[in-house]
């Protein structure tokens, strides 16, 4: 039967088991995620050619993932227009991607900070904060390729975000990491196979598919252990912080300075992709593997859950 380890000083004899089954040992876990980063681990710089030219007449994000499909908009837009939206909303992504793992990397060091120095977790926690400093240059370096320009979150939702990072809990952080990674994971799995994308756009996803595939096992792992042996208030506490935060990211998901970046009317894009069915299916079904599994662990009660549903995550 497996037991817990002593690494964040539960006592090594207990066995913690959830709705998914028994947890695993979190430093056997860990050992696994290093040698599968040391077989599959990428140097953006050297992987892929910057020096390539961009391919004319190719997207730069899967036409359908992309805001204002099947929206008025986007029927009266002709195909330039449409590859210009691609490439704005794939900076806009890239943008949301490097705020989200700059938040991530600072929650990974809280994490660790108590934990034994010389263990499998903390060891693959650091490992994994020398991903996300890689995946951070690496699309800061594609939209800069692009010729778009950075896409910061509004200064509401960055205070917001200083505000997380300095507070949150062990679960909440963890709860909040997945939210970053697994909608866009689902995206970018759809986008690196695709042959209407740039070859640039294909080689970025295409990586940090391959290694974010560590980061959520390492995070779905954790939080599946944290919701055992949290107090009950920290347990809650993470419901409302998870909750909050998936209405913030479905907000900041795309800046809306991206319409007007390629010609539309602001409030009219924004109108549109709101009461666009198509798009609320696009984000609930990038979002269910990960609501499924928040359902599965307690994560989605209460006043969270009801933060999930207005957030448009949650159907």
């Given at each position: 039967?497996?037991?817990?380890?002593?690494?964040?000083?539960?006592?090594?004899?207990?066995?913690?088991?959830?709705?998914?089954?028994?947890?695993?040992?979190?430093?056997?876990i860990?050992?696994r995620?290093?040698?599968?980063?040391a077989?599959?681990?990428?140097?953006?710089d050297?992987?892929?050619d910057?020096d390539?030219?961009?391919?004319?007449?190719a997207?730069?994000?899967p036409?359908?993932?992309?805001s204002?499909y099947?929206?008025?908009?986007w029927k009266?837009?002709?195909e330039?227009?449409?590859?210009?939206?691609s490439?704005?909303?794939?900076?806009?992504?890239?943008s949301l991607?490097?705020?989200?793992e700059?938040?991530?990397?600072?929650?990974l060091?809280?994490?660790?900070?108590?934990?034994?120095?010389?263990?499998?977790?903390?060891?693959?926690?650091?490992?994994?904060?020398?991903d996300?400093?890689?995946?951070?240059?690496m699309?800061?370096r594609?939209?800069?390729?692009?010729?778009?320009?950075?896409?910061?979150?509004?200064?509401?939702?960055?205070?917001?975000?200083?505000?997380?990072k300095?507070v949150?809990?062990?679960?909440?952080?963890f709860?909040?990491?997945l939210l970053?990674e697994?909608?866009?994971d689902?995206?970018?799995?759809?986008?690196?196979?695709?042959?209407?994308?740039?070859p640039?756009?294909r080689g970025?996803?295409?990586?940090?598919?391959?290694?974010?595939?560590?980061?959520v096992?390492?995070a779905?792992?954790?939080?599946?252990?944290?919701?055992?042996?949290?107090?009950?208030?920290?347990?809650e506490l993470?419901?409302?912080?998870?909750?909050e935060?998936a209405?913030?990211?479905?907000?900041?998901f795309?800046?809306?300075?991206?319409?007007?970046?390629?010609?539309l009317?602001?409030?009219?894009?924004v109108?549109?992709?709101?009461?666009?069915g198509?798009?609320?299916?696009?984000?609930?079904?990038?979002?269910?593997?990960?609501?499924d599994?928040?359902?599965?662990?307690?994560?989605?009660?209460?006043?969270?859950?009801?933060l999930?549903?207005?957030s448009?995550?949650?159907?």
């Amino acid at each position: 039967m497996t037991t817990t380890t002593t690494t964040d000083g539960t006592d090594p004899g207990r066995v913690l088991q959830d709705a998914l089954g028994l947890l695993k040992d979190r430093e056997q876990i860990a050992a696994r995620l290093l040698e599968s980063s040391a077989k599959h681990s990428f140097d953006p710089d050297k992987e892929l050619d910057w020096d390539a030219p961009l391919v004319d007449g190719a997207y730069y994000w899967p036409p359908e993932l992309l805001s204002l499909y099947d929206t008025p908009l986007w029927k009266r837009m002709g195909e330039e227009q449409r590859i210009d939206l691609s490439r704005h909303e794939a900076a806009s992504l890239a943008s949301l991607g490097i705020w989200f793992e700059i938040i991530l990397m600072q929650l990974l060091v809280r994490h660790i900070y108590d934990k034994s120095l010389t263990s499998n977790h903390v060891r693959y926690a650091l490992t994994e904060i020398a991903d996300e400093c890689r995946h951070s240059m690496m699309f800061a370096r594609m939209i800069q390729k692009a010729g778009a320009p950075a896409y910061p979150v509004s200064r509401l939702n960055h205070n917001l975000a200083r505000i997380l990072k300095t507070v949150s809990t062990t679960p909440g952080s963890f709860a909040c990491t997945l939210l970053g990674e697994e909608i866009l994971d689902w995206m970018q799995r759809l986008t690196f196979p695709d042959e209407r994308i740039q070859p640039l756009v294909r080689g970025v996803t295409r990586i940090h598919v391959i290694e974010e595939a560590r980061h959520v096992r390492y995070a779905r792992e954790e939080l599946r252990r944290q919701m055992l042996t949290a107090p009950r208030w920290e347990q809650e506490l993470t419901r409302i912080s998870c909750g909050e935060a998936a209405r913030v990211f479905s907000l900041a998901f795309v800046n809306p300075q991206v319409y007007e970046n390629v010609g539309l009317d602001r409030r009219e894009a924004v109108a549109q992709v709101k009461a666009s069915g198509h798009r609320r299916d696009v984000m609930q079904t990038g979002a269910k593997r990960l609501t499924d599994f928040l359902d599965d662990i307690g994560v989605l009660r209460g006043v969270g859950r009801k933060l999930w549903r207005s957030s448009g995550l949650l159907a």
